[in-house]
């Protein structure tokens, strides 16, 4: 019976072809390390967060009325809600380090350079994609933290002279935070910004597919020594990907769980603040309320700049300057040990963002 | 890179032009309380009550309000005195409502407008009927105080503050006859806050405590030891009623805890097996 089932789907689909081409015989470099499985991780980690955001999208009312007893609801009377919601706020906290380590881990082995520009400004869009998404998602509780935080961040816009009261009143629906934005931020959250995501990530893979996976300037001797000069399937004699390589990816994603499921067990409340289970009031503003920790640096970085025009304006220069890196940084050397100034600059740049989202913090 | 240090340098020209649109932005960014700045009830009592014009008894007022349970709760200076504090030239107004400063024997009717249920229990008591019969007897303030009012607790009962009427023993037996009760009350509201740290619904045992409480601080006023005694047993039991929701829940957290443990395990468990495996896959 299994039999026929199978030579029916092979007859039809020719799995044993493809699981062949494109698993087996498929070949990662020799010196591929455990960094590179980060992508892969990110990947499963966005799954998680679509399946428990469906779970949560049921018993969710995203009405500025109802949206906060919901919340509570799920996490008092909905069997297992508390269980699929603290997996999405946890693992929402979780997916963006799992990203900031993996655009890292690019950066340092030069993984961005010709002829994989597309896949790192891809990358990145996907980086402000899955902001978007927690600042879209952040407001949905409807709690005190959730609605003066997303002041605090809608508000960020203003500093654009002319334009940039209009896209902060694009954005809440108003002037201030109101039911409008919830239903803005919602419909952004579960409808427009998924299908993008979805996008970007099926492209950012194709482009890995179509070229080739990139090797590690570091340990054994690079294979890819040929110029780029036209286009090519980057080749390697190294190990397959499958199950060689898929299973180091297997073992990153279960890493990944426990260290989610070690903060939901020991660590419940380190993402949900007191001010998180408060529910919104607009007529009283809480004292020392912050942005999430992610948005922390281009906060503190805009109350320390003077002019705020010019503070707004050095953070687009950051994330034009960051989305375009590699067209910037054309040099075919991708050893950044080899280039002390370089790795200087971005230690400096790492440096800056932690000191500004600490100080920012406190 | 040239391209971008240009685009930099136009953007920091055009900053540098633009110097009034930072005022602009200073006003409505970084004088908001989210932004760092303390937060300042605007109203036209305060400004006055903290201008140099007031007399120095009367400038502490702010402050003493600013850390109350009053101003916590958002009570504010025109729900007690009335007036208008949007208006400075009607904030005094009696067409506004303006009551200002009660009399003394008049303070009790004065808290009493939302402490309903205590100032009729108060009225009843010995000490609402010596305040009516030598208007010197102990009104509100005596206990509470006043702008820097703060929540009320069984330690308000204490031998300096009674004293300074009658002998100590009598208000001792109340704090007695009260101190299981409120310690209970204490208890109960520390775990429905744990709770709610926990993102867990408390509403429904929130507002029983509350009205629980309202009721019997409420009684506590007649002064009246025996009428304590004998009810105490009745908001005991209320209070059980929701200790025994409280338990419950508590109870679903450690289960839900174990569960997420076993999870845990599991995972480290399938981390190690598949690491194992790897490894036997190496080249």
């Avoid at chain 1, 919901?70 to 603290?86: A, C, E, H, N």
């Avoid at chain 1, 990358?123 to 879209?136: D, N, P």
């Avoid at chain 1, 004699?237 to 990153?252: N, V």
């Avoid at chain 2, 509350?210 to 009721?215: L, N, Y």
Wanted: charged share 20%; net charge positive; with cysteine.
């Amino acid at each position: 019976m299994w039999k026929k089932i199978k030579d029916w789907i092979e007859l039809r689909i020719g799995l044993d072809e493809l699981v062949r081409t494109q698993l087996r015989e498929y070949r990662v470099p020799k010196n591929i390390n455990i960094f590179y499985t980060l992508g892969f991780v990110a990947v499963v980690a966005y799954v998680i967060q679509a399946l428990t955001g469906f779970f949560l999208l049921v018993y969710y009312v995203p009405q500025s009325e109802h949206a906060f007893r919901s919340v509570q609801d799920i996490m008092t009377k909905v069997p297992y809600g508390w269980l699929f919601r603290q997996m999405h706020v946890v693992g929402s906290n979780l997916m963006v380090i799992v990203l900031i380590l993996h655009l890292l881990a690019v950066l340092f082995m030069g993984s961005y350079k010709k002829p994989r520009e597309l896949t790192w400004t891809s990358g990145g869009l996907m980086l402000a994609t899955v902001f978007l998404f927690c600042l879209s998602g952040f407001l949905l509780p409807w709690s005190q933290l959730s609605y003066w935080a997303t002041t605090i961040v809608t508000t960020m816009p203003t500093a654009f002279p002319y334009v940039g009261d209009f896209v902060a009143n694009i954005l809440r629906g108003g002037d201030y935070i109101s039911g409008s934005t919830l239903n803005r931020f919602f419909a952004l959250h579960v409808a427009l910004l998924p299908p993008i995501l979805v996008t970007l990530i099926g492209f950012h893979l194709f482009l890995i597919r179509r070229i080739g996976i990139s090797s590690s300037p570091f340990g054994e001797a690079i294979e890819e020594a040929e110029p780029w000069v036209g286009y090519r399937h980057e080749q390697y004699q190294g190990q397959p990907f499958f199950p060689h390589f898929f299973l180091k990816e297997i073992f990153m994603c279960m890493v990944y769980f426990v260290v989610m499921f070690f903060f939901i067990t020991f660590m419940p409340t380190f993402f949900v603040p007191d001010d998180a289970n408060i529910q919104a009031d607009p007529l009283r503003t809480p004292t020392h309320i912050r942005p999430e920790w992610y948005f922390l640096a281009p906060y503190q970085m805009l109350k320390l700049i003077p002019n705020k025009f010019l503070g707004i304006s050095v953070q687009v220069i950051f994330v034009t300057v960051f989305l375009l890196w590699p067209f910037i940084d054309t040099k075919e050397k991708k050893n950044i040990l080899k280039r002390p100034f370089l790795l200087g600059v971005i230690l400096c740049c790492l440096a800056l963002w932690t000191v500004l989202t600490i100080w920012g913090r406190y | 890179m040239r391209y971008l240090l240009s685009l930099f340098i136009v953007l920091s020209l055009a900053a540098v032009t633009m110097a009034g649109y930072r005022e602009t932005f200073e006003r409505e960014f970084l004088s908001k309380p989210w932004a760092g700045g303390p937060i300042v009830e605007k109203s036209a009592c305060i400004e006055c009550h903290t201008s140099d014009i007031m007399k120095p008894a009367f400038r502490a007022i702010p402050d003493e309000w600013q850390g109350s349970w009053h101003a916590l709760n958002g009570v504010s200076c025109n729900d007690c005195h009335g007036g208008d504090p949007k208006d400075a030239s009607m904030s005094m107004s009696h067409v506004r409502g303006f009551v200002g400063k009660p009399k003394y024997e008049g303070v009790p009717a004065y808290c009493g407008k939302c402490h309903i249920g205590i100032l009729k229990n108060y009225l009843e008591s010995g000490h609402g009927k010596a305040l009516k019969a030598t208007k010197k007897g102990p009104n509100c303030v005596t206990c509470h105080g006043s702008h820097g009012i703060q929540r009320a607790t069984i330690d308000i009962i204490n031998e300096q503050l009674c004293t300074k009427c009658h002998s100590y023993e009598r208000a001792k037996v109340m704090k007695q006859a009260l101190f299981l009760t409120e310690k209970k009350m204490g208890e109960i509201e520390k775990d429905l806050k744990a709770l709610k740290s926990e993102g867990i619904f408390t509403g429904d045992d929130e507002k029983t405590l509350f009205s629980t409480q309202a009721e019997f601080r409420a009684l506590f006023h007649t002064v009246d030891v025996s009428l304590v005694k004998d009810r105490t047993d009745e908001f005991t039991k209320r209070l059980e009623g929701i200790e025994k929701n409280v338990q419950k829940t508590f109870a679903e957290l450690k289960v839900r805890k174990n569960f997420s443990a076993f999870l845990t395990l599991i995972f480290a468990g399938l981390a190690v097996v598949v690491a194992m495996l790897s490894a036997t896959y190496k080249d």
